[in-house]
């Protein structure tokens, strides 16, 4: 069991009518894409020929910034207000999406940008199964 999950199930409280599965996989999927964004914006600022890499580093800062505070909304039963969860769920998979075009862009000469952009493949993907499936 996960740390997330160990949280999740230690809530004192009835949570919300969530699918706990699809929960604890978003949340885990949005640390780590804020982990992965972060290091990759620090490698394209770190490039020597940085200038080309602006548009990514910017995308990926802000796709960080989301998958941070979707994370701790979504870690949070009280308040619950499914519509917020849903919007900042949608937020997030268009952040991803657009981190993940402009990583797509640089991948073959940046190595931080392939995995930044898998990280975000897979969020987006947590993000979209949670809205579909889970009732967020």
């Given at each position: 069991?996960t ?13 919300p ?12 999927e ?6 992965a ?6 490698a394209?600022s ?23 505070a ?17 919007a900042?769920?949608?937020a ?16 073959l ?28």
């Open positions: 069991m740390d997330v999950a160990a949280m999740l199930s230690a809530y004192p409280a009835k949570r009518q969530v699918d706990e599965n699809m929960l604890v996989i978003c949340i885990q949005a640390l780590n894409c804020a982990q964004c972060t290091s990759c914006a620090d394209c770190a490039d020597p020929s940085a200038a080309h890499l602006a548009r990514c580093g910017g995308a990926a800062l802000n796709c960080a910034d989301m998958a941070t979707v994370a701790r909304v979504l870690s949070r039963s009280t308040p619950y207000e499914p519509s917020v969860a849903a900042a769920l949608r997030l998979d268009e952040a991803c999406r657009a981190c993940y075009e402009e990583c797509r862009k640089h991948a000469d940046m190595e931080a940008c392939q995995i930044c952009g898998e990280a975000c493949r897979r969020c987006g993907q947590a993000c979209q199964r949670l809205l579909r499936d889970g009732e967020p």
